[in-house]
């Protein structure tokens, strides 16, 4: 009878600390906002976007696919558009198409870098609704190939720029507004540029560089928009799982052939995740976005001291985003056999990419690998690979600075830290800075997303100038 007591006593306390603690768990103080309208010459910045997708920038790893011409004319509009920013800013190039501009503060301080990328991904034309490089308007939408993937961005950067020389603006600390040509390529652009600044023992105070966005939908129960800053990225790797057999005729195959042995190591793997880590982007966000959720998750996010486990398993159940915050994800990606529909091969291979968590290496991630898969038959290999970036901190002047212009300029967005599930070129900046902030200043819907790297990319006007007026509250607070 005791016993049944003390049992009953011990749940009534679990739900009474569950139930307090998500009681209390409640939305924290939100970054100040000053949304007083901001003048600037919006048309201009939708017609210069307008001129700088007309440039045919697509960079490729085959030379020949690249046409030097388009890149060439994208540079030589630049003076022309902001005469500004080349009189008052020395320009630096550090690689071919690196574009670095420096543009002094007032005082000596560590500087502030904005980053963008100009080079473009192709397109396959014939996919597209409208053509993707004719900086088509309509219906207040101008379409084409970098209005999101980031001439947008580079546009922003550039016309806050030019929009506060010419009104006699200057920073208190030196920006530095740094663009590559390659990113895309991952090319040495942001590298060249990095290097620079090592050269010159620079050490940014804060760093901004595509990434997250101000999106909806994304955190389970949170109804307001979310302004997601990436304060670290994810590593990457493509490893190969290669099986050499005999071959021979289909007719009289063994119990299990390449294919087979290759595709039970898939199975394996992709039954086996890797083990989840909660770093700290992934903590922050919860911790933010959770207080805001409807009661359920606003319960399991205030008591992940005992719901981890549930949570994971939605996680692992799910997949997706959620599960790629938590652990080092592995898709499989290519897969090959033999030609011929009646020949067993000799030889198989596929291919997975993996991205990796911060807390992992690319070294400790193959271990898993060979680990899991568990056949000494099969050769697995990692083809190219870089570690995840560290995590910089969201906290201090910089990063008060950032959440306020934006949530300045995305009024009822809320604004939190994550870890982004791709790579940038900030990764390069790893030993250069601990304020590296990953945010393209935009709101994008799903379907926006989707045409990054894919069909129809275009952009609305009421973005490309909302773009703009992040810069120009971000620049006039550094
Ligand atoms: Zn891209």
């Not at 379409?143 to 947008?152: M, S």
């Not at 805001?292 to 692992?316: E, G, Q």
């Not at 604004?415 to 990764?427: E, G």
Request: proline letters at 6%.
């Amino acid at each position: 009878m005791l016993i049944l007591w003390i049992i009953l006593g011990l749940v009534a306390l679990f739900l009474a600390v569950v139930l307090i603690r998500t009681a209390l768990f409640r939305p924290l103080p939100e970054p100040k906002a000053d949304g007083a309208p901001l003048e600037f010459n919006r048309q201009k910045a939708i017609d210069d976007l307008q001129a700088l997708i007309r440039c045919r920038t697509v960079s490729d790893r085959d030379p020949a696919k690249e046409d030097d011409a388009e890149f060439k004319k994208f540079a030589e509009l630049l003076p022309g558009m902001f005469p500004h920013v080349y009189e008052t800013c020395t320009l630096y190039t550090p690689d071919r198409r690196a574009l670095l501009f420096h543009w002094k503060g007032r005082e000596e301080g560590d500087p502030t870098v904005l980053m963008a990328h100009y080079d473009v991904v192709s397109v396959v034309e014939e996919d597209w609704k409208k053509p993707a490089f004719e900086g088509i308007i309509e219906d207040g939408v101008l379409w084409g190939r970098g209005t999101l993937d980031t001439k947008g961005t580079f546009n922003g950067v550039m016309q806050a720029a030019e929009h506060l020389i010419a009104s006699g603006f200057q920073p208190l600390h030196d920006i530095y507004l740094a663009f590559g040509g390659d990113e895309e390529i991952n090319g040495n652009g942001a590298p060249s540029i990095v290097q620079w600044f090592k050269e010159r023992s620079i050490r940014p105070a804060m760093v901004v560089d595509e990434g997250g966005a101000v999106v909806e939908n994304v955190f389970p129960g949170v109804k307001r928009p979310c302004a997601v800053v990436g304060i670290a990225e994810k590593g990457l790797m493509n490893v190969s799982f290669e099986y050499m057999s005999n071959g021979g005729h289909a007719s009289a195959p063994p119990p299990h052939t390449a294919v087979g042995h290759l595709s039970a190591a898939c199975v394996r793997l992709e039954n086996h995740p890797a083990k989840r880590r909660f770093t700290r982007p992934a903590a922050e966000m919860f911790n933010l976005l959770g207080r805001h959720s409807t009661f359920l998750y606003r319960m399991i996010f205030a008591n992940l001291w005992c719901f981890m486990p549930v949570l994971d398993l939605i996680c692992k159940k799910s997949g997706g985003e959620l599960n790629a915050l938590m652990r080092t994800s592995c898709a499989f990606t290519t897969m090959e056999g033999s030609k011929g529909l009646n020949v067993i091969p000799p030889y198989a291979r596929m291919t997975a990419n993996m991205r990796i968590i911060p807390g992992e290496t690319v070294e400790s991630t193959l271990e898993y690998v060979r680990k899991t898969v568990n056949n000494p038959d099969i050769t697995v290999t990692c083809m190219d690979g870089c570690d995840p970036s560290p995590i910089s901190e969201p906290e201090g002047e910089a990063w008060e600075q950032l959440s306020q212009a934006i949530a300045s300029t995305w009024e009822n967005a809320l604004v939190s830290p994550y870890l982004m599930l791709a790579c940038s070129d900030s990764r390069h900046y790893r030993d250069l800075s601990d304020r590296v902030y990953r945010f393209s200043a935009m709101a994008l819907s799903k379907e926006e997303r989707g045409t990054i790297h894919g069909n129809d990319e275009r952009i609305p006007l009421e973005t490309i100038t909302k773009t703009v007026e992040f810069y120009l509250r971000l620049i006039t607070k550094r």
